[in-house]
């Protein structure tokens, strides 16, 4: 099995497959600017309905993580940090991922990451590295 693949849908479409050009894609508020994650048809800040997924930078900091150590399924490799970063375009504005391309105990509170993008099938799920300085 090894690490599963998300359902796809109307609204989150561009979010699981922006990758694919190598651009996270986030729900954005046309009439507030609000951003928001996980991608929904009505903007949680003005109730509006323009709402729409827009390319953003992908630089992010790790706000929390945990390591993981079980072997769930044969397929996977062990350990690995499971986070949660927050987006540099807004405060609040958090996604669930992997931090990959570093050894587990480098990974810290705080700490820069980029977007990267992991392929499985049509989906491009973003995961983070540590970012460049």
């Known amino acids: 099995m090894g690490w599963p693949t998300p359902a796809i849908d109307a609204h989150n479409r561009a979010f699981w497959t922006g990758g694919r050009?190598?651009?996270?894609?986030?729900?954005?508020?046309?009439?507030?600017?609000?951003?928001?994650?996980?991608?929904?048809?009505?903007?949680?800040?003005?109730?509006?309905?323009?709402?729409e997924p827009a390319p953003v930078s992908g630089r992010a900091q790790v706000y929390s993580y945990?390591?993981?150590?079980?072997?769930?399924?044969?397929?996977?490799?062990?350990?690995?940090?499971?986070?949660?970063?927050?987006?540099?375009?807004?405060?609040?504005?958090?996604?669930?991922?992997?931090?990959?391309g570093c050894a587990v105990e480098q990974v810290s509170i705080g700490m820069a990451v980029e977007v990267d993008f992991a392929q499985r099938g049509e989906v491009f799920v973003p995961v983070f590295r540590r970012a460049a300085t």
């Not at 072997?71 to 990959?100: C, D, F, S």
């Open 21 to 51: 050009d190598g651009r996270l894609l986030i729900a954005c508020c046309g009439c507030c600017g609000a951003w928001t994650h996980p991608p929904v048809p009505r903007c949680p800040s003005c109730a509006s309905e323009r709402v």
């Open 66 to 100: 945990t390591i993981n150590r079980q072997r769930w399924t044969p397929e996977l490799e062990v350990p690995y940090v499971i986070a949660i970063v927050e987006l540099a375009e807004q405060h609040g504005l958090r996604l669930l991922t992997n931090i990959v």
